[in-house]
């Protein structure tokens, strides 16, 4: 039996999925081999499902089309980067964080040189700050009345610096290609989920549909490139339970 597949399959699971996973590999093996040596004379040879088998054979295809979306992206982003703006630092504050921190054409974090991730003010918020503007009262200082004159032409002159950063940075993502790449792979990403949790919830009656799902699980992992994926927290569940059942009736047969 192909080890290697297994084994790989349990990688960046939970530790008690990955125990359970185990014992019911170890357990399947034994009750599979047991059952090639001697196997009851009235028993008949038993088929995989083969709405499993069809599923599986799908694996490749999804796979191959996920990576190539993000070789896609990769590629993009290498070609424009030299291309892409950085925010105005009218527009931009320090420490930003996971909402609104400025981003690169792929729409990942994007740190300048020497500093942390900076904060770029959106349209909205801009907006929002020239349309706070009142009229003072009639007794106001002339010195007030210079103060918020000055605030008032910054703050217009920043909404329009960000209204053309932000127009421009997308009309980028949309000349260069990124939009579609990055909405080609988000189908894909969700075509290789559907999938795999399509064959995890398809029954399995030998060894050959356990080892169909946990390669679904390693084709998932390695594609998606994330250390526990809660899809693959639940599969692990499913595996190891589909393999102790394969071992039970194994046994009792």
């Given at each position: 039996m192909p080890n290697i597949t297994v084994r790989a399959a349990a990688e960046g699971m939970p530790d008690v999925n990955r125990r359970r996973l185990l014992l019911g590999l170890a357990a399947a093996s034994t009750a599979a081999a047991a059952l090639t040596v001697a196997p009851p004379a009235h028993s008949a040879t038993v088929a995989e499902n083969p709405e499993l088998i069809r599923l599986g054979n799908q694996l490749p295809e999804a796979s191959t089309e996920y990576l190539a979306a993000l070789e896609e992206i990769e590629w993009i982003a290498a070609e424009w980067k030299h291309r892409w703006p950085l925010a105005p630092d009218e527009i931009t504050l320090p420490r930003g964080n996971y909402i609104d921190g400025e981003r690169d054409i792929a729409g990942r974090f994007l740190r300048r040189p020497g500093e942390e991730l900076r904060c770029v003010r959106d349209i909205e918020n801009l907006t929002a700050i020239v349309a706070t503007d009142r009229p003072l009262?009639?007794?106001?200082?002339?010195?007030?009345?210079?103060r918020r004159a000055d605030?008032?032409?910054?703050?217009?002159?920043?909404?329009k610096?960000?209204?053309?950063?932000?127009?421009?940075?997308?009309?980028?993502?949309?000349?260069?290609g990124m939009d579609r790449a990055?909405?080609?792979?988000?189908?894909?990403k969700k075509s290789l989920s559907d999938l795999v949790t399509a064959i995890m919830e398809q029954p399995g009656t030998t060894m050959e549909g356990m080892l169909i799902k946990a390669q679904a699980i390693t084709t998932f992992n390695k594609a998606i490139a994330r250390k526990y994926p809660f899809e693959a927290e639940l599969w692990a569940a499913q595996l190891a339970e589909s393999v102790l059942q394969l071992a039970s009736e194994g046994e009792a047969s």
């Amino acid at each position: 039996m192909p080890n290697i597949t297994v084994r790989a399959a349990a990688e960046g699971m939970p530790d008690v999925n990955r125990r359970r996973l185990l014992l019911g590999l170890a357990a399947a093996s034994t009750a599979a081999a047991a059952l090639t040596v001697a196997p009851p004379a009235h028993s008949a040879t038993v088929a995989e499902n083969p709405e499993l088998i069809r599923l599986g054979n799908q694996l490749p295809e999804a796979s191959t089309e996920y990576l190539a979306a993000l070789e896609e992206i990769e590629w993009i982003a290498a070609e424009w980067k030299h291309r892409w703006p950085l925010a105005p630092d009218e527009i931009t504050l320090p420490r930003g964080n996971y909402i609104d921190g400025e981003r690169d054409i792929a729409g990942r974090f994007l740190r300048r040189p020497g500093e942390e991730l900076r904060c770029v003010r959106d349209i909205e918020n801009l907006t929002a700050i020239v349309a706070t503007d009142r009229p003072l009262r009639h007794n106001a200082s002339e010195a007030m009345r210079v103060r918020r004159a000055d605030w008032l032409a910054r703050a217009k002159r920043e909404l329009k610096m960000g209204k053309a950063y932000h127009a421009e940075t997308a009309r980028l993502r949309d000349v260069s290609g990124m939009d579609r790449a990055k909405a080609r792979a988000a189908a894909a990403k969700k075509s290789l989920s559907d999938l795999v949790t399509a064959i995890m919830e398809q029954p399995g009656t030998t060894m050959e549909g356990m080892l169909i799902k946990a390669q679904a699980i390693t084709t998932f992992n390695k594609a998606i490139a994330r250390k526990y994926p809660f899809e693959a927290e639940l599969w692990a569940a499913q595996l190891a339970e589909s393999v102790l059942q394969l071992a039970s009736e194994g046994e009792a047969s």
